[in-house]
């Protein structure tokens, strides 16, 4: 069974930094194009950064410059490093790795920027 799960977020201050992490199963990780959503209520899942197998990225407008994602094959993690952040950035954050045209989605960890 594929599992996909993120951990990391909570409540931060504007101005501050976190780093989310997205464990994927060992069989799919290392051939999944890892991307990072996120959904704040009664809008629809943007697309904020995503990394291809070779390690190529792409960054939403919004959080270029801002956020970093990378990828550990050994540990079949990828992350999302966060800084500089602002209160439009609270969402939910997901994880979804991708296989060719099957995608396998986390369960979602909260992000709060917040004073």
């Known amino acids: 069974q594929v599992q996909v799960s993120e951990s990391g977020g909570g409540l931060v201050q504007p101005g501050g930094s976190l780093r989310l992490s997205c464990v994927a199963s060992?069989?799919?990780?290392?051939?999944?194009?890892v991307e990072w959503y996120r959904q704040t209520p009664g809008k629809e899942r943007e697309l904020v950064a995503k990394?291809?197998?070779?390690?190529?990225?792409e960054y939403a407008a919004s959080v270029q410059g801002r956020f970093t994602i990378s990828r550990d094959n050994d540990l079949n993690t990828a992350y999302l490093s966060m800084g500089s952040l602002k209160l439009e950035d609270t969402a939910v954050y997901y994880c979804n790795a991708r296989v060719f045209s099957r995608d396998f989605w986390g369960q979602g960890t909260q992000v709060t920027v917040s004073s």
């Open positions: 990394i291809t197998t070779s390690g190529e990225t």
């Open positions: 060992r069989s799919i990780f290392r051939v999944s194009v």
